[in-house]
């Protein structure tokens, strides 16, 4: 009798789980499809950041973001961004394997750990997760990852991180960093305005566009070379060149 009472018991237990994890699966996929077609008013990380500044006492911290939609960026900005980023990014299904296998080899031969994110997994860390390196923050992120890869175009993916990443301290989003650095819309970016905002992606709290180091100004200059490799705008939608950069 008292093992049928436990046997029933971990059967309930067992449903309640999965219908958790298909409530969790329902949500999340609902949340990524709606935003799909409506730009996301804020993001994980922005939030995180707004609410660290309340808590450090940042005085006179001010959160900077506005949507701008894809035909209303410079084409060079998200070139740029890829170029800098993610060169495989037209053609990935959301992760750099190659990149992934490179950045663990140079962990085994005692360099330091860097990081092999793509563009569509640093959307998805930015929109619905927080900063960190946990396993449970990276599990997250490679599910987000997925679900962005499934539901979203390309086009769409890069829209959303030109409009959410960390361009500058309390920075986010190209329309408020064009703004900023450059006095100019995002649609009127040049090629080495929109290369000097990709250079500071590493770390856009110590690195600044309008006042570029010697350091920014390599990464840019680079950036620009990677630009023109890549063979111009048409590279991140698939148009060119035919095969991705190896």
């Known amino acids: ?8 018991r971990w059967r ?15 949500s999340t996929w609902l949340a990524v499809l709606l935003l799909r077609f409506v730009p996301p008013w804020t993001s994980a990380v922005m ?10 006492g940042e005085k006179g911290f001010r959160l900077r973001q506005h949507w701008v939609p894809w035909k209303q960026i410079s084409p060079w900005v998200p070139l740029a961004m890829v170029a800098a980023e993610d060169q495989k990014f037209p053609y990935h299904h959301g992760f750099d ?13 005692g360099k330091r750990l860097r990081g092999a994110s793509t ?22 992120e490679a599910y987000f990852t997925v679900l962005l890869e499934l539901t979203w175009p390309k086009r769409r993916i890069l829209e959303v991180y030109m409009n959410i990443a960390e361009l500058g301290n309390g920075i986010y989003g190209v329309g408020a960093a064009s703004e900023a650095y450059f006095r100019t819309p995002p649609a009127q970016l040049g090629p080495a305005q929109a290369a000097r905002l990709a ?14 180091s010697a350091y920014v100004m390599r990464r840019a200059n680079w950036i620009q070379q990677q630009m023109e490799q890549l063979g111009g705008p048409g ?9 991705p950069p190896h």
Do not use: C
């Open 97 to 109: 394997f190659d990149s992934i296998n490179q950045a663990i080899d140079a962990a085994d031969d």
């Open 47 to 56: 939030l995180e950041r707004q609410v660290g500044a309340w808590m450090h």
């Open 235 to 243: 590279y991140v939608d698939g148009r060119a060149p035919p095969h």
């Open 199 to 212: 250079a500071v992606l590493p770390s856009p709290r110590r690195l600044h566009a309008d006042r570029p």
């Open 1 to 8: 009798m008292t093992r049928l009472f436990h046997h029933i």
């Open 119 to 140: 563009i569509s997994q640093q959307t998805a860390k930015n929109l619905f997760l927080w900063n960190g390196r946990s396993f449970v923050r990276k599990g997250l």
């Open 12 to 26: 309930k237990l067992l449903r309640w789980l999965g219908i958790l994890a298909l409530a969790w699966l329902a």
